[in-house]
DNA sequence: CTGAAAGCGCTTACAG
DNA sequence: CTGAAAGCGCTTACAG
């Protein structure tokens, strides 16, 4: 009610509302001292125009919508922590969409769920679309296609090259720290995954198979549940059997398990078995010993993905915007689970 | 551009779109026969009410602002989630502002900082706040009377009981956990926190004072840093003189640390050390021993809030909401940390 | 129960 | 460089 209106800043100022209009938007348009005496007022009134009444006039929002797949796990929360910063820079806002957490078994149910979501997406009115989904498919793909805003798959990979995307090169990622282990002189080198398949990890079982195969060596993927109860359990069955030279593991909370497991049966780390996560979460600092992971600057990524849905939400209709796949550069931090 | 308007749906039933917009708002002003057509039209073009205009016209926006200090801590993105699911629930969807993370030091500028969000999520036309804050302050409780709507703070203590908030008591957890190891025959028992000041953690303080205090123990603060590698050399330097019969840790991960340091100098959890965590993270089931830890359902907490917020902004103007500062249960979650 | 019309607070061609 | 006016897509009294 006690909401300054762009009326109260045009009369204040003795100007039309248009003009104050323009001071907002295109102040180039408007005459140095008008502009200032109009900027004054507009600090001292506090004004801030309503977004919902700024979106329906000009069709655009400045907000921008979020959508995860879920907040808890980490490296999510990291991302949109990038995300929010870079908005903010930009003058952006967020919507966020946490998009189903149910019907996991159902993929029908959650593709019927997914094409509600992006309904709703839309009709939010948002200028463009932030996408984490790390269940990709191209069922996910294809409802893409209606989206009338620009959208950026963010540490969502997709080979498909005309979706913009901006992602970390787990393949080459896990080929490299294959790659160094067996040039370490180690020979049996397992990947240890979760039964569920997320697009992000089957990248890093391609990368390890490229290399071991490269290397004449043996490969061996290990399936387990995401649960900790459950995979402790899996892990104990297996220790007790046999164990690697090398344990690669695709997400550190699940290394810190498989090591926890090893060391209750004795397994000596790293002089028996040495191991290595992924993403380098503070999992990885407070296990012992201390984790070696594949640093993935998860942050850096929400950064970039915001950026470049800033270029495309705000490209002109004649020019295009190059460069819509981008990689984040990751790094292995080196700690005392590897020899 | 191909987005579906009201007037394509009032077209396509003809009838006015005053009438589908009742369908919409008040449905049951609609006469069955025609309300039916509608919807079902409404189905078939899967048409969806442009935000802003709706907002707009009825000052209403549903959508709530979630403002947060950060996402990372795993609290947090898990009171997001509960929020989330709520929303959806009950037909709201999501802002989030992500507070500055920078200024820490300097308190004038974080508080300038303060102003300047609630202008931006005031100006952003919501119905209505969630606000967390681990370091809520007199200051910040001020900001709070410009607000021209309902704000509910979630885990952000305050003693004004005219706030709508809900929280936890984490007083009573404290003084509870401390008076059960004290009855457990433990005499030197030490809490241990973060210098920086949060109000939840100076509850915990408080309660486990008050206990100590009752039973005619001398208590013990220990206050380090909240960086891993810091306090990771605090604890050391500590363990190495003296350690009690119990640490209190004000969060999981501090516990770890703690947890780590004493066993790395040979002292023997629980028999001769036992530790606590607040907040029951994946942090409690990867530390070795298993972390016995104050479970604190903070997803639920995000729900309740979510919960209390919708009732706030639904009321009528004549009725008014009781039980306007709610607690939500905490238990101990036993682990092998403690004998 | 339904329609015509005003209005929500802005933006942006169009004149001047 | 500035103002008057139309319009963005809805909601909601007000008549009927």
């Known amino acids: 009610m006690n909401q300054i209106k762009i009326y109260d800043v045009a009369g204040a100022a003795g100007v039309s509302l248009a003009t104050v209009s323009r001071v907002l938007n295109h102040p180039e348009k408007v005459k140095p001292a008008t502009r200032e005496k ?14 919902n009444a700024k979106g329906l006039a000009s069709s655009k929002s400045t907000t921008v919508a979020v959508v995860v797949p879920e907040l808890t796990r980490s490296s999510i929360a990291e991302i949109v922590n990038g995300i929010a910063d870079c908005a903010t820079r930009r003058g952006y806002l967020l ?13 029908e149910e959650q593709l019927k769920a997914e094409k509600e979501l992006w309904g709703t997406v839309v009709a939010s009115s948002v200028d463009g679309v932030l996408y984490i989904n790390d269940e990709f498919t191209e069922e996910h793909e294809k409802l893409l296609e209606d989206v009338p805003m620009p959208v950026v798959l963010t540490n969502t990979p997709c080979s498909n090259p005309n979706i913009p995307q901006v992602s970390i090169d787990y393949y080459r990622a896990a080929y490299g720290v294959t790659k160094e282990m067996i040039d370490r002189g180690n020979k049996k080198i397992w990947m240890i995954k979760t039964i569920r398949n997320y697009a992000m990890n089957n990248l890093k079982v391609d990368g390890y198979l490229q290399a071991m195969k490269e290397a004449n060596l043996e490969p061996r993927i290990i399936e387990v549940s995401g649960l900790t ?31 926890n497991v090893a060391r209750l049966l004795h397994i000596h780390i790293p002089d028996e078995l040495q191991v290595i996560g992924f993403q380098n979460t503070r999992y990885a600092e407070l296990a012992r010993p201390k984790l070696t992971s594949v640093n993935t600057p998860i942050y850096e990524m929400g950064e970039k993905a915001m950026d470049l ?7 002109e209709e004649d020019e295009e915007v190059t460069n819509i796949k981008q990689f984040i550069n990751y790094n292995v931090i080196e700690r005392d689970s590897i020899k």
Request: overall charge negative; aromatic content about 8%.
């Open 229 to 259: 109860e459950r995979n402790e359990v899996s892990f104990k069955e297996l220790l007790q059997k046999e164990h690697p030279d090398v344990a690669i593991v695709v997400r550190d909370s699940m290394a810190v398990s498989f090591i």
């Open 309 to 315: 849905l800033t270029s495309l939400m705000e490209c």
């Open 38 to 51: 109009i900027e004054k007022i507009i600090r001292e009134l506090g004004y801030k125009p309503n977004l």
């Open 95 to 107: 919507r966020l969409f946490v998009a189903g957490r149910n019907n996991y078994d159902n993929p």
